[in-house]
């Protein structure tokens, strides 16, 4: 299914309030450090497939060209844009890859951007909720954390209270994002500040207070992926051993919103063609844009139950010094959610733990890791199966 394909370098922008950073120079930050990484130069680029949502975030639309603005050596590369709601990068990587498996391209450049500080906040919330279904979702104040205030709402009516599973969330998240270079919010909250409502912590929808929400943030994350490992790369190769995408209805009227069915499906699938179960797995990196997220996709994965995801956080099974590790990187709720950069970057995460460059994040002895990336409230879910090649 995948074809030997390898990711053979990778750059990351620190996520953040980056005012002073344009489209052009996010590309030249992120994609600079691939290429070197990768020991190649924009002339062995095949193909470029650039992720971003967009949607009104930046005057600025036809983005695939930007690249070549922001690189002139790129002037006559192939360009592309994918978009997919917050897994809009992971959508750029599967067209990369696409590309590779066709036999059309040998060597790829994906980008994943995002800026989302340029507008106030209801403008950004208004933007979010777009990624609903318009017709029957969009008039939530509160944007998409209105929309996930819902799912947590009708959550803890069916299974009880679950703030203190969520506060454990955000915690380890915070927590693991302070070794995070990269992240976008470096601070250890603890859990009692996520637990209680406080004026620094405020709820914002339903039982989802601050703490439970990911950040606005603006930022890139590129990778170079080859159909061979680069004999001049400086970082060790990284392989798939499967890759899946499952689709959901997009109006929650339609399904249970407290599963996330296309996730579950997608892990199934995707444990299925790697040859490989939970135990296997070193680590996962996973879309936890809200806790609630988080918790919903412990049972989409097979940790437990529906209805019983609290447990597996409660229990520390996801902590960093647990059986199975969730978001060493700090995940969206520290390391930022720049929503077209989110897919590329927790890729890069996963392949710094495999090659065994992730600093401060580093897990001892990662062998085996997965990617859960998710556009929408469960619609368009992506899974990455990666080991050390």
Same mark, same amino acid.
């Given at each position: 299914?995948?074809?030997?394909?390898?990711?053979?370098?990778?750059?990351?922008?620190?996520?953040?309030?980056?005012?002073?950073?344009?489209?052009?120079?996010?590309?030249?930050?992120?994609?600079?450090?691939?290429?070197?990484?990768?020991?190649?130069?924009?002339?062995?680029?095949?193909?470029?497939?650039?992720?971003?949502?967009?949607?009104?975030?930046?005057?600025?639309?036809?983005?695939?060209?930007?690249?070549?603005?922001?690189?002139?050596?790129?002037?006559?590369?192939?360009?592309?844009?994918?978009?997919?709601?917050?897994?809009?990068?992971?959508?750029?990587?599967?067209?990369?890859?696409?590309?590779?498996?066709?036999?059309?391209?040998?060597?790829?450049?994906?980008?994943?951007?995002?800026?989302?500080?340029?507008?106030?906040?209801?403008?950004?919330?208004?933007?979010?909720?777009?990624?609903?279904?318009?017709?029957?979702?969009?008039?939530?104040?509160?944007?998409?954390?209105?929309?996930?205030?819902g799912i947590a709402?009708?959550?803890?009516?069916?299974?009880?209270?679950?703030?203190?599973?969520?506060?454990?969330?955000?915690?380890?998240?915070?927590?693991?994002?302070?070794?995070?270079?990269?992240?976008?919010?470096? &601070?250890?909250?603890?859990?009692?500040?996520? =637990?209680?409502?406080?004026?620094?912590?405020?709820?914002? %929808? #339903?039982? +989802? /207070?601050?703490?439970?929400?990911?950040?606005?943030?603006?930022?890139?994350?590129?990778?170079?992926?080859?159909?061979?490992?680069?004999?001049?790369?400086?970082?060790?190769?990284?392989?798939?051993?499967?890759?899946?995408?499952?689709?959901?209805?997009?109006?929650?009227?339609?399904?249970?919103?407290?599963k996330f069915e296309?996730?579950?499906?997608?892990?199934?699938?995707?444990?299925?063609?790697?040859?490989?179960?939970?135990?296997?797995?070193?680590?996962?990196?996973?879309?936890?844009?809200?806790?609630?997220?988080?918790?919903?996709?412990?049972?989409?994965?097979?940790?437990?139950?529906?209805?019983?995801?609290? &447990?597996?956080?409660?229990?520390?099974?996801? =902590?960093?010094?647990?059986?199975?590790?969730?978001?060493? %990187? #700090?995940? +969206? /709720?520290?390391?930022?959610?720049?929503?077209?950069?989110?897919?590329?970057?927790?890729?890069?995460?996963?392949a710094m733990q495999?090659?065994?460059?992730?600093?401060?994040?580093?897990?001892?002895?990662?062998?085996?890791?997965?990617?859960?990336?998710?556009?929408?409230?469960?619609?368009?879910?992506?899974?990455?199966?990666?080991?050390?090649?």
């Open positions: 299914m995948t074809n030997h394909a390898y990711i053979t370098g990778w750059g990351h922008t620190p996520f953040g309030k980056l005012d002073n950073c344009d489209l052009e120079q996010l590309i030249r930050d992120a994609v600079q450090p691939a290429l070197q990484s990768a020991g190649l130069e924009p002339r062995d680029i095949d193909g470029i497939f650039v992720g971003h949502f967009n949607a009104g975030f930046v005057g600025q639309d036809f983005t695939a060209a930007l690249p070549a603005v922001a690189m002139p050596e790129f002037r006559h590369t192939p360009s592309m844009r994918t978009e997919n709601a917050c897994a809009t990068g992971s959508a750029a990587i599967w067209a990369a890859l696409d590309a590779m498996a066709a036999g059309r391209m040998k060597r790829t450049l994906v980008i994943g951007m995002e800026k989302m500080n340029g507008l106030k906040t209801p403008e950004v919330a208004a933007t979010l909720i777009k990624c609903s279904y318009v017709r029957e979702e969009g008039t939530d104040p509160a944007g998409f954390a209105g929309i996930f205030g709402t009708r959550y803890f009516e069916r299974y009880g209270d679950q703030s203190d599973a969520l506060a454990a969330i955000a915690a380890k998240n915070h927590s693991n994002g302070m070794h995070n270079p990269y992240a976008h919010m470096r &601070r250890d909250f603890g859990f009692d500040f996520c =637990r209680t409502p406080s004026e620094k912590n405020p709820f914002v %929808s #339903g039982p +989802l /207070k601050r703490s439970d929400c990911s950040l606005v943030s603006d930022g890139a994350a590129a990778l170079v992926l080859s159909t061979e490992p680069l004999p001049g790369a400086s970082v060790a190769p990284v392989r798939w051993r499967s890759r899946t995408q499952v689709n959901d209805y997009l109006p929650m009227s339609r399904r249970d919103p407290t296309g996730a579950a499906m997608a892990w199934q699938r995707g444990l299925a063609d790697a040859g490989a179960s939970l135990g296997d797995l070193s680590f996962v990196e996973t879309h936890d844009c809200f806790t609630i997220a988080e918790l919903l996709e412990y049972e989409a994965m097979g940790l437990a139950p529906h209805g019983q995801g609290a &447990r597996v956080i409660l229990d520390g099974v996801t =902590r960093k010094d647990g059986r199975l590790p969730v978001n060493p %990187s #700090g995940g +969206l /709720k520290s390391k930022g959610h720049p929503i077209g950069a989110t897919g590329v970057s927790q890729h890069v995460m996963a495999l090659s065994g460059t992730a600093g401060g994040m580093q897990l001892p002895g990662a062998g085996v890791g997965a990617v859960f990336n998710m556009g929408g409230s469960g619609v368009a879910s992506y899974l990455s199966l990666l080991q050390a090649a």
